[in-house]
Each structure stands twice: as C-alpha cells, then as structure tokens.
C-alpha cells in the first residue's frame, strides 16, 4: 500500500511535453524526441517508443511514405481508377471518327432486361462503389478520433447544411447547365445522357439513389478524406485546391472537354469551402441535388425542354 502523496511503485518517470519515455531492463530511461501536436490538423506528430517491444516509432518519412502509398491505394480502388478510364475513354473518342458533338456518353443504364433482377443489380452497384468510402472513413479514425466529425460529415447542422448546399448547387448548376450547352455548341462535349433505365416503380427511387451515392463517393473521397491526408503531407493549399479540383475534373472527361472544366471550377469551389469550413455535408446535400435535377429530370421532362440545353 502506498499514500496519496507517495507515488505508485510502477508509475512510469515523467518527462517534459514532447518528450516520451520508456524503461529498460537495466532501470534506465529511454527518451525519444518529438514534436507537440499539429495546430492544423490535430494529429500527434510525436515518435513514440513500442511500449511492447520497445522498437522505435517510424520516423516523418516513413510515414510520410505510408501515407502517400494509403492515398494511392484509396484512389486506385476508387475515383482514381474512374480518372484512368476516363482519359482512356476520351482518347478512343477522339481517335474514333466521328466529332465528340456526335458522340454519347450513357449514365445509370438498365444491367438487365428482367425488371427485378435490373434492380438487384443496381442496389449491389451502389453499395459496392460506397465500400471505398467506408474504407476512406476508417482510415481517417485511425487515431481513435471519429471521422464523420472529422470531415463534418454529420448530423449536427442539419437546417444549415440544407440551406448552403441548395445555395451551392444553384451556384455550380445554373451556369453548369449553360457550360454544357456551349460545349455542345463547340463540339467539345458529348451528348450525356443522364439516365437510362428501364420504366419501372423503383426507376425514380434509384436514381435518387445513384445521386446519393455519387455525392459520398466524391465528396467524401475527393473533399475530406483527400483534403485531410494533403494536409497531414504538408502540402500547400493552391495544391490542395488544384489535387481535388483536377481529380474531380479527370473522372469527368469521358464527357469531353466542356464537362472537364466545368467539374474542376467546382472542385476549386468545394474544396474551398471545405478547407474554410471543415464540413462535408453541404457539398454532399448540393451535390445529391445537382445529380437528382440531372438524373430524375432527364427520365421526366419532356425532350424538348432538354433540347434548350443540347441534351437527347
């Protein structure tokens, strides 16, 4: 037994803040030096002794490396390989014959003739693409941090999120609508047809769906998660900004040049807010609305309302 004032037999040697220790088998401390927490990003940034094993923590570049190899990872199983494709996509369309204005680029097509396997389809395709962002999340919770709030990716502000995400979705997609129609004008853009499911009760639900899903996947890949790990790597915020703006742009040049540039002046916006804001739902509520106006518009106006912007 011991007093309050006496301490602990085992109780571990303190030592000034940024410095860790750990005990030898011979009595003697061993310290390893390190820095105090990032103010930017709130990560430790300390090299701490395995308390197991007493092997040292890997050094700043070690883990810079680790972390570059985890963003290449992510990326290849997800809007990375999108961008791979699309470039691919883009040059066979060049290189095919025909200008790219005579050309078609189809989203959310039927997988099936037979109504309810269609959609058995469709339910597996949205689930699958979200497992990059799952994964996306756990990696950021690493340090035991959650990672919806994190990112802002949470329910807290619900009104408000509402209320900036519609307010960012007019600003991106009424001139977004205009930029479509001049790239169709010039030849530069393809005629994207936006939804192209067999007539069914659950047509509309899924395409309210598909739109969920591409604003997760994008959002929380190319905004939070991206944002985060960049920041953690040091990089500056012009090349923050300019990494999501491009990567969000790329995965978009199946459609051609005009849609290109489009989604990059909106990656400069989103990723903008996201570094003043640290939240991820607006750019996810005005995202799911951009895409739900695109998809579910595409299915029920009538074809010569999407002639005024080129579209059919």
Do not use: C
């Not at 820095?35 to 197991?52: K, L």
């Not at 600003?171 to 169709?184: D, E, H, N, S, T």
């Not at 890949?221 to 923050?240: D, N, Q, S």
């Amino acid at each position: 037994m011991h007093s309050d004032d006496e301490p602990a037999p085992d109780a571990p040697p303190t030592t000034p803040r940024g410095r860790t220790t750990s005990t030898s088998t011979d009595g003697a401390a061993a310290t390893t030096p390190g820095d105090a927490t990032d103010p930017r990003t709130g990560t430790g940034t300390e090299r701490r002794a395995d308390v197991r094993t007493g092997a040292p923590a890997p050094g700043e570049r070690a883990v810079r490396r680790r972390l570059t190899a985890e963003i290449w990872i992510v990326l290849g199983l997800s809007l990375g390989k999108s961008a791979v494709y699309a470039v691919v996509s883009l040059v066979a369309k060049l290189t095919a014959g025909p200008p790219l204005a005579q050309q078609t680029a189809t989203l959310n097509a039927s997988q099936s003739p037979r109504p309810y396997l269609d959609l058995t389809y469709q339910l597996l395709s949205i689930v699958f693409v979200l497992v990059p962002v799952a994964l996306a999340l756990y990696l950021l919770s690493a340090n035991g941090r959650s990672a919806t709030r994190r990112i802002g990716l949470d329910g807290r502000r619900p009104l408000r999120d509402l209320g900036i995400g519609m307010a960012l979705a007019a600003v991106i997609g009424i001139p977004g609508l205009g930029l479509y129609a001049a790239g169709r004008a010039l030849g530069v853009t393809v005629d994207v047809q936006a939804a192209a499911l067999n007539a069914a009760w659950w047509t509309v639900p899924v395409l309210i769906l598909a739109a969920l899903q591409n604003a997760l996947l994008e959002e929380v890949i190319v905004v939070g998660y991206l944002v985060e790990r960049l920041r953690e790597l040091r990089w500056g915020t012009p090349a923050i900004i300019a990494a999501s703006a491009l990567l969000r742009g790329s995965y978009h040049l199946y459609q051609g040049w005009g849609p290109f540039v489009g989604n990059v002046v909106m990656g400069v916006v989103f990723a903008e807010y996201y570094r003043r804001r640290r939240r991820v739902m607006p750019l996810v509520v005005a995202h799911t609305a951009l895409d739900v106006a695109a998809f579910v518009g595409y299915t029920l106006l009538p074809d010569s309302w999407l002639a005024v912007v080129g579209v059919g």
